[in-house]
């Protein structure tokens, strides 16, 4: 598979994407809805516990969130564009906040995600995620 030359376009558009969805994390209810607009309906994800979760179990997850995040930022994002239509990015992001007993929360995380232009609309597929240890 060949990829696309001049994908500047495209990347900037999917990192603007991975940015609404990185912070729409910290906003519970509205963010889901956020990220609800980012995920295709037949969306497969892997969660970094290995959780398995189809688009409902993903945003059903976010609203019931017991976490609360002062920051959520993406930190890497690297785009590889495989057609006009296809694309994943592999990157790392931090969550900062506290749990649910108040202790600090500071996480890093790296993830995959695959993105798929469908009637003029890029959704997010597929996406896995991996916790890394400080």
């Known amino acids: ?78 785009v590889h564009v495989y057609s006009p239509d296809l694309a994943t990015i592999c990157g790392t992001s931090t969550e900062k906040g506290k749990d649910k007993d108040g202790k600090a929360i500071d996480r890093t995380y790296a993830w995959l995600d695959t993105w798929m232009q469908r009637s003029g609309k890029w959704e997010c597929i597929a996406s896995s995620a991996l916790e890394m240890k400080k």
């Open 1 to 78: 598979l060949v990829r696309a030359s001049d994908n500047s376009a495209i990347e900037t558009k999917l990192k603007q994407m991975e940015d609404k969805w990185a912070a729409a994390q910290m906003e519970k209810d509205h963010g889901a809805a956020t990220i609800g607009e980012l995920l295709a309906s037949d969306f497969h994800g892997v969660s970094p516990k290995g959780e398995m979760r189809d688009k409902a179990a993903m945003l059903e997850r976010m609203k019931s969130e017991t976490d609360t995040y002062t920051s959520a930022t993406n930190n890497k994002m690297d």
